[in-house]
């Protein structure tokens, strides 16, 4: 007869077995299988050492390291996360000038940008807006006041074409005035920046030229005194180059201190005194000076040195007036509206033909220039308009 005795286990290993399956990913009947045991018995192990009925001293069932299924979750977890951290930054690139305006700008910019992954609740989220406010303003009325500023931000965008895009705040915010608006600098200044204007005049470039103390051809009878009283008694004129596709072209200019007006002007592929002789006779066609009465004002450059432009003033008992030699001062209302052309005008367009070139001085000079420009020394109007009020 064949005797089977019966295993018996010791407490420790008892005690390694159940800590085991209690620190285990695996089900009770494969670590069973293992450590050569029948499921039953360990899961009797488990109750007795795990219980406060058997043991004074229980094991603490925290479970198992994170199995397969929780590892997944927690990936899926992950890259929700990641989703929507790539979402928030491409959305602040978009709306990054958006991040420190008013509510009601922040709100425009979620309703034109949401979408069913930008949804409306992550759009609040990042720019720190409730939702709730969200829905009140898109049922809420326009108030007065956003009446008047989209009246007003119509007339500054008609404004904007009709200046080329070149006038700032201070120039637009002078049309309004003058045509009715009440309103002032800041608040135009706000509207503009609503729809992201910004003039297209480039920042000028200041230069340094050190003054030499050399005698004059002509005197300095002007002498910087750049206000006067009355049209046709002081002229300045000056010259300057334009590169196009063909080569330099130069302009020669003459304005009227009265009024800032530029009342002659002509172009050339050459840099001679006849340029200069063009210019002084549709100036003088235009205006019909009284000759001795008027001072011409300019630098001392060849073209107004020579003989033919001294002989044809002289004639007419003009005043011949020089700037010191390398002092571009003397002659900075001349210096001024070359620099004014460049960076309004022709900054903004590409490269042109000779041709080209001189239209866009016309168009300027006679339709925006002496006719549109606002002009801070003419209490903000026009020459034109200036003149008209003698």
Not at 316 to 332: L, Y
Request: glycine residues 6%; aromatic residues 10%; hydrophobic residues 35%.
């Amino acid at each position: 007869m064949k005797i089977i005795t019966r295993k018996t286990h010791t407490a420790a290993f008892k005690l390694a077995a159940v800590q085991q399956s209690l620190n285990s990913p695996d089900t009770v009947k494969a670590l069973a299988g293992k450590l050569g045991i029948h499921p039953a018995l360990l899961s009797k192990w488990r109750a007795q050492l795990t219980s406060k009925k058997h043991t004074s001293k229980p094991i603490k069932n925290v479970g198992p390291n994170k199995g397969l299924a929780e590892l997944e979750r927690e990936n899926r977890g992950l890259k929700k996360r990641l989703e929507r951290a790539e979402l928030e930054n491409d959305n602040l690139k978009k709306g990054e000038g958006v991040l420190r305006q008013t509510p009601g700008i922040k709100f425009q910019f979620i309703q034109g940008y949401c979408s069913t992954r930008r949804t409306i609740k992550l759009l609040c989220d990042i720019f720190g807006v409730s939702r709730s406010g969200y829905y009140s303003w898109l049922v809420r009325k326009p108030s007065q006041r956003d009446k008047d500023n989209e009246v007003l931000s119509d007339f500054l965008k008609e404004k904007i074409a009709e200046h080329r895009s070149i006038a700032g705040y201070r120039k637009l915010w002078l049309d309004a005035v003058a045509n009715g608006f009440d309103c002032n600098k800041k608040r135009v200044q706000s509207l503009l920046q609503v729809f992201d204007y910004r003039s297209k005049a480039c920042k000028r470039k200041f230069g340094v030229v050190k003054p030499r103390l050399i005698e004059t051809r002509a005197p300095n009878y002007l002498n910087r005194e750049f206000e006067v009283a009355k049209p046709n008694t002081v002229w300045v004129s000056d010259i300057t180059q334009i590169r196009c596709k063909e080569g330099w072209q130069y302009l020669c200019v003459i304005i009227d201190l009265y009024s800032r007006k530029v009342v002659g002007w002509a172009t050339s592929y050459i840099n001679s005194s006849e340029l200069v002789m063009k210019s002084l006779k549709q100036a003088w066609v235009e205006r019909r000076p009284n000759g001795s009465e008027l001072m011409f004002h300019s630098d001392q450059g060849a073209q107004y040195r020579s003989f033919e432009v001294l002989k044809w003033l002289t004639k007419r008992k003009v005043t011949v007036s020089m700037s010191r030699k390398g002092n571009c001062w003397d002659n900075a209302c001349s210096e001024s509206f070359f620099a004014q052309l460049k960076k309004e005008w022709f900054s903004n367009l590409e490269e042109l033909s000779r041709k080209e070139m001189t239209t866009q001085c016309r168009f300027y000079i006679d339709d925006y220039y002496n006719m549109v420009r606002r002009h801070g020394t003419l209490n903000g109007v026009s020459p034109i308009v200036f003149e008209s009020r003698i």
